[in-house]
Structure formats: structure tokens, C-alpha cells
């Protein structure tokens, strides 16, 4: 029997529905045997390269969103607070994931929960390398290397790279998960994917 | 005991998601024994009034978009096909439907569906008004009357009053489904909606 292939999971740590996707995601896939490859991505990369404008900013729809993504966290029962500054940069998360991920799998696994409660449960500035730093610290990363291995250019163009790469796959917005190359898109598909999983597609 | 409020549907012919929740709403409504009101409106109408564009013509997504109707189609159990011309101007029906409802709710209701399922399993062009006037004659209508009735001031004000009272509640996209003042964005809110009938809010 051939190992499946793993789910891919495309986010950015400023995306709501991305957090929601990420309190979720792995436990789905180990229902179904499956393991989840995470893919930070900067989602304003992506509108810039497709010339698009995120759901947030378009015109009318701020107020209905931030309701939508407490709504949907209670329905999901996923603690959720509306952070003050959104969106905010998250090229120091990212580049930060990346890199531990280099080190360590399962700590940039951990970073990545970290970071996504800091900012929608705790309000945390996650922009600020500094807390960035202390967030991967609090899983076990050495601060002053990581901070280091932030600036290089190898994992700069790495975020680069991923996020090109995402475009080019088709990826317009995050979370973006497919099931053996089946695209969905949206914490509101996780249902949708659960079926994907049980039935092999349908 | 006070008659709940009835559900607000607001819904555009041409949208697929609006299709997906016209199949469900009203059986999930009466489970909680409410009745829904459904008013068409003109998304296009919408989207100049707040300077918006439309999900499907936004760069890069349209690929994903036809394949996600007709996925969330078969998640939903709803016969669906891709129109080839789409999205499709419909003022015709939604004139004919404001007609129908001044003469039968319950024979308006009808015409609905039927439009719905003529566009997007049939694959009928409901812009067209002979096409229109058919589906409404099926569905008992008098349709020398109605084609009258579509061209007389009050109809067409009815419809430009209705899609403008719409952008003024907040509504920016369609299916908008309103439970006791909480607004709800899409046919893949339906599990949110049955939760907040079932729970009173949650």
C-alpha cells in the first residue's frame, strides 16, 4: 500500500478563517489516516499578484466579516477575539515558521498554533519579531539563532518561493486545502472535506 | 405567543449559491416552524451601488468557482449544471416573480424554483422573457397578464426599491439570509442557520 499523500494546508496568520482551518485540520486528517503538510503563505503577496482585494476590504463588508469570523469560531468552538489591528504584516511569523521548520517539524507545528492564538485569542502584536521571538521560544526555538535565520536570504526567498508557488497553483485566498489535488478553499469547506476524505472524493 | 419574524431570503436567479439555498431554506425553516419570505434582487444592481465585483469575476477565480458550485451541489444534493452563459442579466424574472407575488405568494414561490432549476439543471436562458413567461404559465400564471405586469412602472420600481432597501440592510452578496436580525452570507451558512434556530443564538 502506497503512503497517501499529504493534505496541503496554505495559510497567513492575519487570516481568521485560517486560524479557524488550523484548529481543525490535523485531527480531521488523522481521522482519515492522513497527515497535513502547513504552508504559511503572505496572502497580500497573492492579492498583489492576481490584482485582487481581500473580502475585508471590499466595500461594505467589514461589519458582516467580523461578525461572521466570531460567529463562525463559536460555531466551530474555536475562543476567538477580534484583534484590534487587522490585518496586520505577518512576514516575521512566516519567515519565523519557515525556518524552524528547517530545524524541526513538529516545533514549527507548534509555533504556528502559538502564533494564531496570540493574535485571535490574546491580541498579541504578531508583526513584532520580538514577539515572534518569544513565541518560539515559549516552544522550545533558540530565540537569537532564529532571529538570525529570520533576515537570511534563504528563507526570505523561501516565503517568496511559497507564495509564488501557491499562486501558481491556482491559490486566491487561505485557507487553501487540498485533498489529493482538490482544491478547497475556506474554513466553511471543512465539511466538505471530511466528506472528500471519507468517500474518496464525490 | 407572538408569530415569529418571518426568515429573510434574499436571492438573485442567476447565483449559484442562491440556487443551493433556495433548494433548503424552506424545509429547514419549517422544522422551526418559520415561514420565509423570499425577495429577489439584482446582485449587479448591489455591486454598483457599493463599487464591489463579483466573487466569479475576480482574476483567477472563476476555475475554482465552477468547480466549487457544482461540488457543493452534489455536497447539498441538488442536480446542478453549469449554464453555459453565466452569470445572466435577471431582471425578467425577478420582475415576473414581484408580479406573481401581488397576485399568489404561494404560485410566486413556485415560478422560483422553477426558474432556478430551468437556469442551472436545464440550462434554459432565463434572461429571456418568452422563457420566463413559459415557466410562469407552468406554473399557472395568466401570461399575457404577467409580461404586461412586468413592464408597468410599479414593478419595475418594486424591484429597484427592493434591490436598494437590500444595500442599505448591509446586503453585499446573495444568498442573504436574515434569522431575527442576524445576517448570514452564503449557502454554506445553512448548518450556522440551523444551529442559531435551533439554539435561539449561539
Given at each position: 500500500m502506497t503512503t497517501p499523500v499529504p493534505i496541503l494546508f496554505y495559510?497567513?496568520?492575519?487570516?481568521?478563517?485560517s486560524y479557524l482551518a488550523s484548529e481543525k485540520i490535523d485531527a480531521l486528517a488523522e481521522r482519515f489516516g492522513r497527515k497535513v503538510q502547513w504552508r504559511p503563505i503572505l496572502l497580500g503577496g497573492v492579492f498583489k499578484a492576481l490584482g485582487t482585494v481581500s473580502l475585508v476590504k471590499q466595500p461594505g463588508q467589514a461589519a458582516y466579516s467580523?461578525?461572521?469570523?466570531?460567529?463562525s469560531a463559536r460555531f466551530l468552538d474555536v475562543p476567538y477575539a477580534q484583534p484590534a489591528e487587522f490585518p496586520v504584516?505577518?512576514?516575521a511569523p512566516a519567515r519565523a515558521w519557515y525556518w524552524l521548520h528547517q530545524q524541526d517539524c513538529a516545533m514549527a507545528r507548534r509555533f504556528a498554533h502559538e502564533v494564531f492564538r496570540a493574535?485571535?485569542?490574546?491580541?498579541?502584536d504578531i508583526a513584532d519579531t520580538a514577539v515572534v521571538q518569544e513565541l518560539a521560544i515559549k516552544v522550545g526555538a533558540d530565540g537569537t539563532a532564529l532571529v538570525a535565520g529570520m533576515q537570511t536570504p534563504e528563507i526570505k526567498d523561501r516565503l517568496r518561493t511559497e507564495t509564488e508557488s501557491a499562486v501558481a497553483a491556482g491559490v486566491f485566498g487561505a485557507p487553501w486545502i487540498v485533498v489529493d489535488g482538490e482544491p478547497f478553499w475556506g474554513a466553511d469547506r471543512l465539511p466538505q472535506i471530511e466528506r472528500w476524505l471519507s468517500t474518496g472524493g464525490f
Open positions: 495559510f497567513d496568520f492575519t487570516s481568521p478563517y467580523e461578525k461572521d469570523f466570531a460567529r504584516s505577518t512576514v493574535y485571535f485569542s490574546a491580541g498579541r
